[in-house]
Each structure stands twice: as structure tokens, then as C-alpha cells.
């Protein structure tokens, strides 16, 4: 029972991991994703959503193709489609599928990352062009712990920064799913965890984009409480749990966004 322990606990911190950024040179706290932010990606001039990957020796994602010859990064490209297909927006989404369109970057060596500490290495990657036509999101696969400031945690899988584009995946955390690099539980875990990040920082559950049903715990922060969602902040029975991994493992890259998310981000008006 050690395989589902791992899973009942990882998707638990998923949902757990996400930051309240303070920048220090900023007076103005970012509790969710901005409205200028918001008001861009789903702004009637928004053409391309771009996903740049950058990762440290070590913990590179998984790419390649995953058990039903679709591309491993399929199920995050897939996620995002859908949430421009419900607002019949025409926003093009690119998402890197195989390693040779990510960045390998220099290794950090370090042990821990504060959000400070991610957004600083973030801005170190090459500021993305701005223009009114674009938004580029960070994805960061980093070796060491997440450190909240108050608490290293082993644990945490990933991290949205809260008011940026910024994303951190912990490799090392990711490992803990699954019993290999090869498993597929660790790859669609990894996954997983980027719809849910990406769901963060596109705004939801009410973190910048409007709950309009009654589908938002807010006794759990930005999160969902259908139990079938991605953004759920747990899986309160093992059963649940199991058959949101199991559906993946057996039907492949599918939308893991519930309805109730979806129909906030098609109602949100910029
Ligand atoms: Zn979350
Ligand atoms: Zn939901």
C-alpha cells in the first residue's frame, strides 16, 4: 500500500503548494493573479499562449510518448486548449512535447527555493518579448525543496507564484509518485500537476477569475470542491484518488479541468 500512500499524500501537497508572492520592491500584495494578467490571457487580442521549460541537470521533465502513443506533454496542452475552446477564443497554445525544445540551464545546487528565490532565478531565463498579442508562462523543473519561508516541505510537488507566470516544478518530489522514472504514474503525476499550476495561474478557483457556481473551498484557498477536478485539494477517499490516476493511466491525455472551473473561465470577462 506504499504506491497508494504516495499518491494520497502527493495530490494532497499539489494542491497545497501554492505561494503568496510578496516581491520585495513591490507595495501592492498579489493574493491571486492579477486582473492586467487575467485581462491579457483572456483579453480579445490574445493570439498565442506560449510555454517556455526550463530545467536543471537532473530533473528534466518527462517528455517523449506516453502509453498510448500520445505525447506525454499532450495532457497539459490539451488542458489549456480546452480553456480557450470554451471561450471560443482563438489563442494558440504552444507547449514543448520532447526535450530538444526545453531549456537545460546551469545546476543551482541548491537545496531549497522560497518563491523569492524562484521568481529571482525566473528572472535570470531571459525576460520573454512583451506584446499585446502573447503571454510566455515560466515553467521551472528544479532540484530541491520547496521552502515556504517559514518550512522546507520534501513534499511539494509544485507552485504557481501567485501574480506572475511563474511556475516551479520539484523534480525530486515528483519522484516520490511512482517507483521509477519509467512508471506512468510518476509521468502523468508530473503532468497533473501542470494543468493544476497552470489552472492557479489562469485563475482559478476564484483566484482572479470569478467562481460563478458554488464549487469553490475556500476553507482550502483557490481550490475545487468537485472531487473529479484537477484543482480539488484532495481526494478525501483512496477510491477517488486511485480511479483520477487509474482514468489517466487508462484512457490517456483527457481534460481533468471539471466543468464547474470551466464554466468560470468562459464566463470570465476581461
Ligand atoms: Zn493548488
Ligand atoms: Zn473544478
Redesign the pocket.
Given at each position: 500500500m506504499r504506491f497508494l500512500y504516495y499518491l494520497i499524500f502527493s495530490f494532497l501537497i499539489?494542491?497545497?503548494?501554492?505561494s503568496d508572492f510578496v516581491p520585495t520592491s513591490a507595495s501592492v500584495i498579489n493574493k491571486s493573479q492579477t486582473p492586467e494578467n487575467l485581462n491579457k490571457f483572456y483579453g480579445a487580442n490574445m493570439r498565442h499562449l506560449y510555454v517556455r521549460v526550463f530545467y536543471e541537470p537532473n530533473a528534466e521533465p518527462y517528455a517523449g510518448k506516453n502509453n498510448r502513443d500520445q505525447p506525454v506533454w499532450g495532457l497539459l496542452e490539451e488542458n489549456l486548449k480546452k480553456i480557450f475552446e470554451v471561450r471560443t477564443q482563438n489563442t494558440q497554445v504552444n507547449v514543448p512535447k520532447e526535450l530538444n525544445e526545453m531549456n537545460l540551464v546551469t545546476a543551482q545546487e541548491k537545496d531549497s527555493w522560497t518563491p523569492g528565490e524562484i521568481v529571482q532565478f525566473a528572472q535570470t531565463l531571459g525576460v520573454p518579448p512583451t506584446d499585446e498579442a502573447s503571454s510566455f508562462f515560466t515553467i521551472m523543473f528544479l532540484k530541491g525543496a520547496y521552502n515556504s519561508g517559514d518550512q522546507i516541505s520534501n513534499s511539494v510537488l509544485g507552485v504557481s507564484i501567485t501574480g506572475t507566470t511563474i511556475i516551479a516544478i520539484f523534480k525530486d518530489a515528483i519522484r516520490q509518485l511512482g517507483p521509477s522514472d519509467e512508471s506512468l504514474v510518476v509521468k502523468f503525476g508530473e503532468q497533473a500537476t501542470l494543468v493544476?499550476e497552470m489552472g492557479?495561474a489562469l485563475g482559478v478557483v476564484a483566484n482572479g477569475v470569478d467562481a460563478v457556481t458554488e464549487h469553490h473551498d475556500q476553507a482550502h484557498?483557490?481550490?475545487c470542491s468537485n472531487s473529479d477536478c484537477v484543482m480539488y485539494?484532495q481526494n478525501e477517499g483512496n477510491q477517488d484518488l486511485l480511479q483520477f490516476i487509474q482514468g489517466l493511466v487508462t484512457e490517456g491525455n483527457k481534460t481533468l479541468y471539471g466543468s464547474q472551473c470551466l464554466d468560470d473561465i468562459k464566463a470570465y470577462s476581461p
Open positions: 499539489i494542491s497545497c503548494g501554492d493544476h492557479h484557498g483557490a481550490h485539494w
